[in-house]
């Protein structure tokens, strides 16, 4: 029976360089030290910000350096335990950072109670006095924003030098789930016995064309997360219970109002993209569904057959060199800037696309400034692949872009619009494959990967959004967030979105248990938000060229200096209008359509 590599027994060139974060650990630790003392240097300033113009200028950017420097020693002790989370140096390193943030947190509290303090127009004075203070505007802006939910200066105090403690429910479940979660082996209809894993199933099995390999894993990987079903549940009602705590003593009207403060969005949009990718999109996944099952030949559908593929046979190996080249062909409407930047990401190991025993499962990009991006995903030589690692590559164009033209405070933009850049490096790639060719086969296979991301970000991440909602209504009206209830609430959503099309068993109820998105606030629904805004935007880069591009490319250096809203208007988008949502799905609509058509 094969096993699972350790992390020194897989090639080098398959892994990521962290030397351009530090050269070794000690450098990292030397590095640590000097935050730590820097931090407490922030002393200095307290008291002293409504002093003068040049006073709070000078605090400001004491804090965004230091702030600047535990992003990069944090990012290099998070990577390394996301290569692989059972190494216990990796472990101790994070839980390390973790309170150095805490510590971080408490030594910069006064920054933000001194300036909601400042007597009314003395910081528009500041600002017309000092033309340094224009580059910290929108983080002024976001500040005042929040003077009506801030608490007295010693509570704000304290509540950050629990920082480490409020964040320890996504800890324990990442911890757990890259260091305790055990799957058992399983045997297909051939007798043969295969490994399972976190990554193994997410990356492998899940969309294994046997049937019989493919329920077996899933058997297999159901078990495991059963071992796990209690402790996660209490994991996330901590988290949950958390924030609604935090949103009541800051006297939030609910806790949805609390979470989505940071993400400057209207409530009516994220409720519109929760209520109408839900209501019109299920009608065509039902249909994907039906489709799916008389292709399969199966009796019945479950959970675990919904990413089957329809065409094993047409489905080449695709290696990572091979992938690279196509991504990097899809990218040139961007321009060769944007692709030049690309290719040093794929070609100067900032990837890690090794699978290795506690290694982090799923895929992701990580951009400390002033560096370079990190991409992390398993490669398993599949189209999907392709496009995971396409998305993660608009991460790195976008913050890299962003960190070209913006100084550290004005380098994220709020979350609903961060998917929106990856999201449409995966359109383009779609594109570009699809204007090569009009072979049945081909394009069959292309528009399925398409409808694949369509499920990732409408479905998958949608009903996790969803599950969220339900959830903290519940946890407001005083009800207890178990196990059983988690369970319940995830199997109703997903046969009220499935109908009778798909068969909804005890694993696909536990697949709450799955993703880290919960302990990040309100993440899931912005990949909806992401994908609706990139589905219009590779539409206009189709219809208009180079000038959509442009303004695309505008909007990606601009960083977080302007909302989301704002970004995506500026790109020629209007999310205030629910117009994109319905067109989105109708373009959901019309691939399902055509992939009817095409297995007809």
């Known amino acids: 029976m094969p096993t699972r590599p ?88 994070l839980a390390r950072v973790s309170a150095l943030q805490a510590r971080v947190g408490a030594s910069t509290a006064f920054v933000d109670a001194e300036i909601l303090g400042f007597p009314d127009g003395l910081l528009e004075q500041f600002l017309a006095a000092e033309p340094g203070l224009a580059d910290f505007r929108h983080l002024l802006d976001d500040l005042l924003a929040l003077r009506p939910h801030r608490l007295g200066a010693e509570t704000e105090r304290v509540l950050a030098a629990l920082g480490d403690l409020l964040h320890a429910p996504y800890m324990i479940y990442n911890r757990s789930k890259s260091g305790d979660l055990q799957f058992a082996p399983f045997t297909d209809a051939a007798g043969t016995s295969h490994a399972n894993s976190f990554n193994g199933f997410e990356s492998a099995f899940e969309t294994h064309a046997d049937v019989s390999v493919r329920r077996a894993a899933w058997a297999s990987f159901s078990a495991g997360l059963k071992s796990c079903n209690h402790t996660y549940a209490a994991t996330f009602a901590t988290e949950v219970n958390k924030n609604v705590v935090l949103a009541r003593l800051r006297q939030y009207a609910s806790t949805e109002d609390f979470l989505l403060q940071p993400h400057k969005i209207p409530r009516a949009v994220y409720g519109n993209i929760l209520d109408i990718i839900q209501r019109e999109l299920a009608p065509h996944m039902q249909r994907y569904a039906r489709l799916r099952r008389r292709v399969l030949g199966l009796d019945r559908l479950l959970y675990c057959d919904i990413k089957a593929p329809l065409d094993p046979a047409f489905n080449p190996r695709m290696s990572y060199a091979d992938g690279c080249g196509l991504i990097l062909e899809a990218l040139a409407p961007m321009g060769a800037p944007y692709v030049e930047f690309a290719r040093r990401t794929l070609e100067q190991r900032w990837v890690d696309r090794a699978d290795n025993v506690g290694k982090s499962s799923g895929a992701f990009c990580a951009s400390p400034y002033g560096v370079h991006p990190y991409i992390l995903i398993t490669w398993s030589d599949t189209m999907r692949n392709v496009f995971t690692l396409a998305h993660e590559l608009g991460h790195g164009g976008h913050f890299g872009l962003a960190m070209q033209h913006q100084r550290f405070v004005n380098t994220r933009p709020a979350m609903p619009f961060v998917e929106a850049p990856s999201i449409m490096n995966e359109m383009l790639l779609a594109q570009h494959i699809l204007a090569r060719s009009q072979e049945q086969r081909l394009r069959r296979s292309v528009i399925m990967q398409v409808l694949g991301t369509y499920h990732h970000n409408f479905v998958t991440h949608l009903l996790e959004a969803e599950l969220q909602r339900q959830v903290y209504a519940l946890a407001e009206g005083g009800g207890s967030i178990t196990a059983a209830v988690l369970n319940e609430r995830k199997g109703g959503i997903l046969a009220r979105f499935w109908g009778d099309t798909v068969e909804i068993d005890d694993g696909a109820r536990m697949t709450w248990m799955r993703q880290p998105h919960y302990y990040l606030g309100l993440y899931p629904y912005t990949y909806s938000v992401g994908l609706v805004a990139s589905t219009a935007m590779a539409l206009r880069v189709q219809q208009e060229g180079p000038p959509a591009v442009q303004r695309w490319l505008e909007v990606l250096k601009a960083g977080g200096t302007r909302p989301p809203l704002e970004l995506l208007r500026a790109a020629g988008i209007d999310m205030h209008s629910p117009q994109p949502i319905h067109d989105a799905v109708a373009h959901v609509g019309r691939l399902i359509d055509e992939v009817e058509t095409l297995f007809a």
């Open 6 to 93: 350790t992390r020194a027994e897989v090639p080098l060139e398959s892994t990521w360089d962290l030397s351009d974060l530090f050269a070794d650990e000690a450098a990292w630790e030397a590095a640590v030290e000097d935050v730590d003392e820097a931090r407490a240097a922030l002393a200095a300033h307290q008291g002293r910000l409504g002093g003068s113009a040049a006073a709070l200028l000078a605090g400001l950017e004491a804090v965004e350096s230091v702030q600047a420097r535990l992003m990069r020693v944090a990012s290099f002790a998070h990577l390394r335990n996301a290569q692989d989370g059972t190494d216990p140096r990796h472990q101790a390193a």
